[in-house]
């Protein structure tokens, strides 16, 4: 049968050639011409199978990319979406940590005792502790190598009635941080007005002195000092220098 096609084109062919009019192709359009032919050759046999799709199958496969194209950028708008929630939650984490970092107590405040108005006054670098040995009592010495450094406090009752300053049992934490790192814990003095564990009746409006003392290295820089007074969740960092 296939055979019969050919020949039948064949013979076609041959006839129109004397009365129809040379029409030259180019290279592009002789292909389009000879896949065209080819294409109703093998049509037309029975033991080829075209591999070529139809017009149906061409408009599911559009359909499909379509829809695979649809589902990508839906994909890249819920992605860009969650980048941005993200961003903005590690910004409002990032300005409360910020807002929390900048909350400043009073002394009175983070000890908790309204009735009191503590500050830090002054601090000063001694070899024994109290300086004034008259009447001395009690001392206290420094290890060899090292030195006091004594910081100054002023304690003052703000009521109008007699009140007791207890920090006894208070559990608040000092630390002296010399230079963002070396970080020193008070002496344990036995001083009745020592800032730790003072526990003592101030009259009304009256201001006594209290002292934090620590034994730090003789040869290391304090060119920044700083004292770190913190309970439970409250912190508060005084610049000494």
Do not use: W
Not at 33 to 59: F, P, T
Not at 107 to 116: H, P, Q, R
């Amino acid at each position: 049968m296939k055979r019969y096609i050919v020949l039948f084109i064949c013979i076609i062919m041959l006839s129109l050639t004397g009365c129809m009019k040379p029409y030259p192709l180019s290279d592009s359009q002789t292909g389009m011409v000879a896949e065209y032919m080819a294409g109703i050759l093998l049509a037309n046999d029975k033991e080829y199978s075209s591999s070529l799709l139809n017009q149906q199958e061409i408009e599911e496969i559009q359909e499909e990319e379509k829809r695979k194209e649809e589902r990508k950028q839906e994909e890249d708008r819920d992605k860009e979406e969650s980048d941005r929630n993200e961003s903005a939650s590690s910004t409002a984490g990032g300005n409360q940590n910020s807002e929390k970092q900048n909350i400043h107590y009073t002394l009175a405040e983070l000890m908790g005792d309204s009735n009191f108005d503590i500050k830090y006054t002054s601090y000063k670098l001694v070899n024994t502790y109290p300086e004034d040995e008259s009447n001395l009592v009690f001392s206290l010495n420094p290890r060899e190598g090292y030195q006091l450094l004594v910081v100054n406090f002023s304690v003052e009752n703000i009521t109008d009635t007699d009140k007791t300053i207890d920090l006894s049992k208070s559990k608040i934490q000092y630390q002296l941080d010399i230079n963002v790192g070396t970080v020193y814990k008070p002496q344990l003095a036995l001083l009745e007005n020592n800032l730790q564990y003072i526990d003592m009746t101030i009259e009304a409006g009256a201001t006594i002195p209290a002292v934090l003392i620590f034994e730090v290295s003789s040869d290391i820089d304090m060119s920044n000092i700083n004292l770190i007074i913190s309970k439970d969740s409250k912190t508060e960092i005084i610049k000494i220098k």
